[in-house]
């Protein structure tokens, strides 16, 4: 089944310029959605380290914890990669770099 491309007649005046910036907005929002998922995702990556952080040192939690951890996460969240037990050190070093 081929389907024959569609014949557009040409193009109202003023039609490119539109395009142009159109094109231009949608790459902007693109860019400002990418940042904004990656602040949040460091914040939360900042977080779930400082936890770690908090719990080993007021409830003497030792390091096993973050390979049951990375198993947790990965069993709630098949479809997300970063919470590998190297990964959820990263956070934790992250975190102890950067308290605040």
Same mark, same amino acid.
């Given at each position: 089944?081929?389907?024959?491309p569609v014949s557009l007649s040409s193009s109202p005046q003023?039609?490119?310029d539109w395009l142009v910036e159109l094109k231009g907005r949608i790459h902007a929002a693109q860019q400002r959605a990418t940042l904004a998922v990656n602040r949040e995702l460091v914040g !939360?990556?900042?977080q779930i380290? &400082? @936890?770690i952080l908090v &719990?080993? /040192?007021e409830q003497g939690w030792g390091a096993k914890v973050i390979d049951r951890l990375a198993h @947790? !996460?990965?069993t709630a969240f098949p479809d997300m990669k970063g919470f590998s037990p190297r990964n959820l050190k990263y956070m934790r070093?992250? /975190?102890e770099a950067w308290p605040d």
């Open positions: 089944m081929t389907e024959k003023g039609y490119t !939360l990556y900042w380290g &400082r @936890d &719990r080993q /040192a @947790d !996460l990965s070093a992250f /975190a």
